[in-house]
């Protein structure tokens, strides 16, 4: 199979949806930690809100950039694929479980058996 072309507009849209996922993730364990931390030393550091309001903002130009970047990426891999031909992977024919190994013709063997001798009486 050979990938020889990609939509800038599915990726940027992919892009964004997935930074914007792990700007939220970013966004409560930030929370999470300067609410623990306002709990254990309170009055030392930067209160709460004003911590979640710097952390919005950099999440906001990190899911920005990201998002750009990823379609700037895009549409250089649909220019460099016009003369490279794409990326080519290679799926096997086959996709069904492999056959447990009891199955296949292969005896299952007793550890001990394995270990012990074969002319030592048990």
Do not use: K
Request: glycine fraction near 10%; charged fraction near 15%; hydrophobic fraction near 50%.
């Amino acid at each position: 199979m050979r990938i020889s072309e990609n939509n800038p507009w599915s990726v940027t849209l992919m892009s964004f949806l997935v930074l914007g996922g792990l700007g939220v993730c970013v966004l409560g364990a930030v929370l999470a930690t300067s609410v623990i931390l306002d709990i254990v030393a309170p009055g030392e550091g930067p209160a709460p809100s004003q911590t979640l309001i710097i952390a919005t903002v950099v999440v906001a130009l990190e899911v920005l950039l990201g998002t750009v970047v990823a379609c700037v990426c895009s549409f250089m891999y649909n220019y460099t694929a016009r003369f490279s031909g794409g990326a080519e992977v290679a799926l096997p024919d086959d996709l069904s479980d492999p056959a447990p190994a009891g199955s296949r013709g292969e005896e299952a063997q007793d550890p001990q058996e394995a270990l012990a001798p074969a002319d030592i009486d048990r």
